[in-house]
């Protein structure tokens, strides 16, 4: 895909100063994205664009990790990193996963939904290889579901898609329709919430997946976004509340 060649390109240009505009100001939203995981003991988690790794160090020693990403020169860095406990390292699209399905106890997009060409497709990928009953942690900058999309935010927006991450996607970009009920946190993070963690739990045979897509649930535009995301908003969109 083109738009990969041009992430993998940038990343090769960014990866020997990213940690330097990356690691002090994002520290804190890393550990409170990692603290949502919940890591259990021996448990299988999987990165995702794991870049050079700046939440590698901070993940348990005792869960089993699987990282992934588009560029030789950024997990290079990874690799070198260290961490106490053993990593996989795979050079991997976050949009078609090399794993089968329902592998995966805990998947943490860090800064990678809004840098892949198609942050749903990267989104439906983590989903798809994540057990029922699994967390999968969402730490991005969103653009508020209101906030209309104004030729001057949308031109302004592609230069700096351009360079390297897109500030003009929503949550409902990227977050698949029949999944917004897994939504358990949506909390507000750096620059003002600009930046949001948010985490949802695959559910269990109870309320299979199919099901929730047959019901129709979709964003209710009345609900903000940008603030919360709490369940009254998915729940009262399903067709029979209306
Ligand atoms: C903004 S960095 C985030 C890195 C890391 N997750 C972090 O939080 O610091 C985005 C990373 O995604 C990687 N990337 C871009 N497109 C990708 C793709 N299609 N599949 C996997 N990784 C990709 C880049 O190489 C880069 O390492």
Redo the contacts with the bound molecule.
């Keep these: 895909m083109q738009r990969?060649a041009h992430?993998?390109w940038l990343?090769r240009l960014y990866a020997p100063v990213y940690d330097l505009a990356?690691r002090t100001q994002f520290a804190r939203a890393r550990a409170r994205a990692i603290e949502l995981l919940e890591l259990q003991p021996g448990e299988r988690v999987l990165l995702?664009?794991?870049?050079?790794g700046?939440?590698l160090e901070l993940l348990p020693a005792d869960v089993r990790v699987s990282a992934?990403?588009?560029?030789p020169a950024?997990m290079q860095r990874a690799r070198a990193r260290g961490r106490r406990g053993a990593v996989m390292f795979e050079i991997?699209?976050?949009?078609a996963l090399a794993f089968g399905t329902g592998v995966f106890d805990a998947v943490l997009l860090?800064?990678?939904v809004s840098?892949?060409p198609d942050g749903r497709a990267a989104f439906a990928e983590a989903w798809r290889v994540l057990r029922p009953g699994g967390r999968l942690v969402i730490f991005d900058k969103f653009l508020p579901e209101g906030r209309p999309l104004t030729p001057l935010r949308r031109a302004v927006g592609g230069v700096i898609a351009w360079l390297g991450?897109d500030p003009n996607r929503r949550l409902s970009d990227v977050v698949t329709p029949e999944t917004l009920a897994a939504i358990e946190v949506d909390e507000p993070s750096l620059l003002g919430g600009q930046y949001r963690i948010v985490r949802l739990r695959k559910p269990v045979a109870d309320r299979p997946a199919a099901e929730m897509a047959s019901s129709g649930v979709s964003l209710n535009p009345s609900c903000d976004f940008h603030k919360r995301l709490p369940r009254s908003c998915v729940a009262l969109m399903r067709p029979d509340d209306k």
Excluded: R
């Design positions: 990969n992430s993998e990343y990356m995702p664009g794991v870049g050079t700046l939440d992934a990403d588009l560029s950024m991997m699209d976050a949009m860090s800064l990678i840098v892949v991450t």
